[in-house]
């Protein structure tokens, strides 16, 4: 019985959507300028972590994996993010460079979605943003081999410290196994929520030159 309640209770779960319009007309050209448009106004709402954002990779058979991540870095190049290149996503990366982004700011109703190659930053450009990452998660990245087995939580408290000592009073050099990323956008979709799930759906696709843009059903 309350299992079957439960069940009903969830497939209940939903709102309407009403707060705004998007035309083929208001859009912009470019889609990156338009998502810059779309985040800048989910900054200046000061929305929590507007900048996080799901990156869906694939192994070479296929199977899918996703994780949220933070945007570090856009312009007409593509969105920048970090990583260590030994976890499950930089090995999924290394041997399959196609990746997905998603982006949901749900107060405002609207989801961007992104696919495209993705390229691993140089190493200056990575040691740029690793010197200006906060120490404590300087130390975290050299302390965590990310996505291997630990044996407990005292286990990464023990990393932790033997990094924090070994570099006491010294700045913290870029680990050759971390850094970042660049996904060149191919396509992107952006969403905006409309009454009666007739969402606005807008969609981009990369030419030889320029983009192409056309509306989706929702």
Not at 59 to 74: A, E, F, H, M, Y
Not at 120 to 133: D, I, K, T, V
Not at 198 to 206: P, Q, S, T
Request: charged letters at 30%; one cysteine or more; hydrophobic letters at 35%.
């Amino acid at each position: 019985m309350g299992g079957n309640k439960d069940k009903a209770d969830i497939a209940q779960i939903r709102r309407d959507y009403s707060l705004e319009k998007l035309s083929a007309s208001s859009i912009n050209d470019d889609p990156i300028k338009q998502f810059s448009v779309w985040f800048e106004k989910a900054i200046e709402a000061d929305l929590i972590d507007a900048n996080a954002m799901t990156l869906s990779t694939a192994s070479q058979k296929g199977q899918p994996s996703s994780r949220i991540v933070l945007l570090k870095g856009v312009d007409k190049k593509g969105f920048r993010f970090y990583s260590n290149y030994a976890s499950r996503k930089g090995k999924e990366l290394a041997k399959n460079p196609y990746a997905s982004l998603c982006f949901y700011w749900a107060p405002h109703e609207r989801q961007v979605r992104i696919e495209g190659k993705v390229e691993q930053l140089n190493r200056q450009e990575s040691a740029a943003y690793f010197q200006a990452r906060p120490r404590l998660s300087q130390i975290g990245a050299w302390a965590s081999k990310q996505s291997t087995k630990v044996s407990s939580r005292e286990e990464l408290e023990s990393r932790f410290k033997k990094i924090k000592k070994r570099f006491a009073g010294k700045d913290i050099p870029l680990p050759d196994f971390w850094g970042g990323y660049l996904l060149r956008p191919e396509r992107m979709e952006f969403w905006q929520g409309r009454e009666g799930r007739l969402h606005d759906r807008i969609c981009y696709k990369k030419k030889t030159e320029g983009w192409e843009s056309f509306r989706l059903a929702p």
